[in-house]
């Protein structure tokens, strides 16, 4: 198949395919290989997802980890539209033992805290619904692993920082924008290549946004179960990285401000790369996801206590959604 590149050359936020221009948008809707992207989410939608993450470092040393979930989604009518809630989580990969079990409290101990999404009826996102809890709880299980040492409470106190109501929000809003924000009421021609510039939130660093260069298409028609014969789901691909000068000029600014904590004042990226790949098949009647991978690859050059070393770390998610309403 051909690919086109199209090019939006105006600043975009992470809902940026709202804003697509009329004349844009008529020009799409009149090829009859357009795809039209809607949100569709009806109140008592319910799926069971399983999840895989696979995360290798590569510093001095190499380390590799692999953790797999399976817990329910569940869609919920709410006075500002839709409540998406997370529970009756389970963790397969955790051995039956002493050490295990202590893991997989402390596992179940944080899924309870995993963010509830309020969004609006027309799927734009709104806001974490009772973030106050989240936070109290955040502080009170850090607290408990840390101890009451005074190194610990700066650590606290840096933690805290980091996980802002401002910042769980930016984190809680990629995320729903990622799957179905960016793509709600999008008409895209199958097969081309867009092309934007758009502010997103660096990720290692909360509440960190930067300016980020992207490329999203419609890969294909394809099934929504994996091996199936239909093709009543899409795959959407999209890849983002950071501009170089903004990552480096962000990093420089968020090191300053944070709070000291041993160890941290000598610390700091001489370089730093990063990108970002999705790629989704979900349903584009309904924007409800059926399948994803979330790549995430970070490089660069740290340097601490005046010791200079190549980190690198890469980050795979994926996503089986099975509906059961």
Known sequence: MSRTRRVLSYALTWTCLAGTSDVLAQDMAARTDTIRLRFGWPAGTTARIQTTRYREQISETSDTTFMSADYRMSVTAHPEGLLVSYDDFRFPTVVDSTDGRDVNALAQ???SM???????????????????????GLDSMMAELLGPDADAADVREALAAMLSEEALTGLAAEEWNAVVGMWIDADLELGAVYELEDQAPLPILPGVVVPMISEFSIESRTACEAGGADSACV?????????PAAVKAALAEYLERLPAVPGMSSFAFEDLEVENEIIIVTEPATLRPHRMQITKAVSGVVTAGGERSEVTQLDVRTYQYTYTR
């Open 109 to 111: 101990r944080a899924a």
């Open 114 to 136: 995993v963010p509830k999404f309020v969004v609006g009826t027309g799927g734009e996102f709104v806001r974490i619904d009772d973030v106050a809890s989240i936070r109290a």
């Open 235 to 243: 795959e959407l691909h999209y890849v983002s990285y950071p501009e």
